[in-house]
């Protein structure tokens, strides 16, 4: 009896045995099985990592060469815009851009237009522009901020497909340089008085440029200037050298322009966009002399006749007594010439324009703490002139000048 519970004992541990080697193996199976499959994941995701550095290595551009261009805080980075999306970039992607110096913009939108708001990096793909620019949207010159010169190379690399995508089609505007497409050459020229506050009417005039024709415009404003009496032009766009160009080129008809040139009635004043800038403030406090001595009525330019323009007339309208709205109402009627922008046309696009605009330039004169809708901006305006360089009295003298003694 107790030979066979032995027996069974042996069989029993025999069983486990065997049942135990079967487990173990189906363990070692299924171990492999594992094994085979991270190793198969593994492989995927390691051609899914080739695919998206292939992809992202086909939006390079590499060792470019750069262009000073202080315009708007930029430069050019020498690729054509066609050439640059040929190569797989896109508006609204997140891109960084590597100088050879090692300075980097990281994680940077690109845009056909400026959406930054001021003081933000980008890179702009702007219609007629040669090359394709980084730049610091009206902030400080890029140039000297990433310590370039003209031996300089740039690279530039995608970041992020479509991440800035949403704001690239919110703010994507574009306008055409066909006369027939527009109800008026007011219109065309973006040609008018600005008459908010106290100022008097028709001594003050806006417009695009009456002298740099690459966007067919500068006929149109040389006819309306010369029909509305202008004797001083205060160009805010070009220098000495730039006009001598304009006068010799084969489309150049604009013979008003060319008569107070030669008077020395243009005074070119070749500002960016840094509003903040001494820079600039020191040039905005000499365009304002400019008006101080000499007869008007006067005509205010850049290229477009819109931002720069912009912002000096906002200066001199706050100087002048404007409200805040009159200023918003004013620089909106630029954007309805262009774009067909008004706040019952397009009310979404209107207010983002009005917020990240013209906003950031009225508060580069206020600072960033004033509540700019309610405040009596005609102090900000003497404050911001006394800052470029400008005599309190003189600028006393400016605003009786210009409002016919109102204060």
């Known amino acids: 009896m107790k030979r066979q ?12 045995g065997v049942a135990m080697a079967f487990f173990m193996a189906g363990c070692a199976g299924g171990g492999d099985a594992g094994d085979a499959s991270a190793e198969k994941a593994g492989a995927e995701q390691t051609d899914a990592e080739k695919t998206g550095d292939d992809r992202t290595a086909s939006c390079r551009l590499a060792d470019c060469g750069v262009v000073h261009m202080p315009e708007y805080g930029g430069i050019y980075i020498k690729s054509t815009i066609d050439d640059f999306n040929a190569l797989g970039f896109a508006y609204g992607d997140s891109v960084d851009i590597t100088f050879d110096n090692g300075f980097q913009l990281k994680d940077i939108p690109y845009y056909n ?10 890179l702009v793909a702007y219609p007629g522009y040669d090359y394709i620019r980084a730049a610091i949207n009206s902030g400080d010159d890029l140039w000297k901020v990433a310590d370039l010169n003209e031996d300089s ?3 530039v690399t ?11 089609e919110a703010r994507n505007l574009s306008y055409t340089d066909d006369r027939d497409d527009y109800d008026s050459d007011k219109i065309f020229a973006n040609f008018r008085s600005i008459r908010a506050g106290d100022l008097k009417k028709k001594l003050v005039y806006r417009s695009a440029s009456p002298c740099d024709n690459q966007h067919e415009r500068a006929l149109y404003a040389d006819r309306l200037m010369k029909k509305a009496g202008v004797k001083r032009v205060i160009d ?16 150049f008809d604009s013979p008003c322009f060319r008569s107070l040139y030669k008077k020395g009635n243009v005074f070119p004043l070749n500002m960016n966009a840094s509003y903040g800038s001494d820079e600039f403030r020191a040039k905005a406090a000499d365009g304002m002399k400019a008006i101080l001595e000499g007869k008007g009525p006067y005509l205010i330019h850049c290229t477009e006749g819109k931002d720069r323009t912009g912002f000096m007339c906002m200066l001199l309208e706050a100087l002048c007594g404007a409200s805040y709205q009159e200023i918003v109402d004013d620089y909106m009627i630029t954007y309805d010439n262009y774009y067909g922008i008004t706040r019952e046309s397009a009310p979404e696009k209107y207010d983002i324009i009005v917020s990240d605009v013209l906003d950031p330039m009225i508060r580069t004169m206020t600072g960033k703490r004033v509540n700019i ?9 003497v404050r911001y002139l006394k800052s470029g360089g400008m005599k309190a009295a003189d600028i006393q003298k400016l605003k009786e000048k210009l409002t016919g003694g109102k204060d």
Request: proline residues 2%.
């Open 5 to 16: 519970k032995w027996i069974y004992r042996l069989l029993l541990l025999v069983l486990l």
């Open 373 to 381: 809708r309610n405040a009596s901006l005609s102090r900000y305006a």
């Open 113 to 122: 237009g400026y959406y930054t708001r001021t003081g933000e990096p980008l």
């Open 158 to 168: 995608l970041h992020e497909r479509g991440r800035y995508l949403e704001i690239q």
């Open 153 to 155: 190379l740039a690279t």
């Open 236 to 251: 805010l766009a070009d220098d000495q050298e730039m006009i001598r160009e304009y006068l010799k080129a084969d489309d």
